[in-house]
């Protein structure tokens, strides 16, 4: 079954610092790559996503990168703000699987004022 | 607003009890999940059900068990509680495909419970 791996389990930055989220999978089948959002106490909540026929994907502050090849997305998230502090999950599914998302492990960043 | 709701929010048990774990939607999707997260470990899928008649095992289904009593409810069962089952679970829904975001999972709030 499909494998996912994120990198760093922890993250702190300055306020207005950007923050990069590293994940790889492992099954080249996964054509789907969302990008949840968990604040402290919250539901997890979709923050942007990307498909395999698409490298780079927007929205203002925040991107995601894919690279099929190596089999590895990235969460790019600039100017930073407190706000920004949860844990972040990647996550990689295939259309004919019912949607069965494998996780990443998390990332907790953190935003100092 | 369409939403996903769970019960119990927290519970408390003793080990060997029998716990069930509630979820309801009113998005009007097919697909329903139930999740196990712990700290570190991410979101770990214990059973997904694609609709009333179909229920299949996700990665960490040992221990539990679960009812597609509607399109709109899927309860997970703990038969035997133990403590090592002491998380945060999360039911999730997702549509059949239609649109951009056809894989996006909709969490519901969560139920915490610990098994003493």
């Known amino acids: 079954g499909e494998n996912v791996e994120q990198h760093p389990s922890t993250l702190s930055v300055q306020e207005g610092d950007s923050a990069v989220i590293k994940c790889t999978y492992s099954d080249s089948a996964s054509n789907y790559f969302p990008w949840y959002k968990q604040e402290l106490g919250k539901r997890p909540q979709l923050i942007i996503d990307i498909r395999s026929n698409v490298g780079e994907k927007k929205d203002q502050r925040i991107a995601v990168t894919l690279n099929k090849t190596a089999k590895h997305f990235s969460l790019h998230i600039t100017e930073t703000q407190p706000e920004d502090s949860a844990v972040y999950f990647c996550a990689a599914s295939y259309n004919t699987n019912a949607g069965k998302s494998t996780f990443g492990d998390g990332t907790t960043l953190t935003v100092k004022p | 607003d369409a939403d996903v709701t769970q019960t119990p929010r927290n519970r408390i048990t003793k080990t060997g009890k029998r716990i069930m774990l509630e979820c309801s939607q009113t998005?009007?999707?097919?697909?329903m999940y139930w999740y196990r997260q712990d700290p570190g470990l991410g979101l770990r899928l214990i059973y997904y059900?694609?609709?009333?008649?179909?229920?299949n095992k996700g990665e960490i289904s040992d221990g539990y068990s679960v009812s597609r009593q509607a399109q709109a409810k899927f309860s997970l069962s703990l038969e035997s509680a133990i403590p090592n089952q002491t998380a945060l679970y999360f039911c999730?829904?997702?549509?059949?495909?239609?649109?951009?975001?056809?894989?996006?999972?909709?969490f519901g709030p969560g139920t915490r419970l610990t098994v003493l």
């Open positions: 059900s694609f609709d009333v008649k179909d229920i």
């Open positions: 998005k009007g999707h097919d697909r």
């Open positions: 999730a829904t997702s549509d059949l495909g239609r649109g951009e975001s056809y894989n996006e999972q909709f």
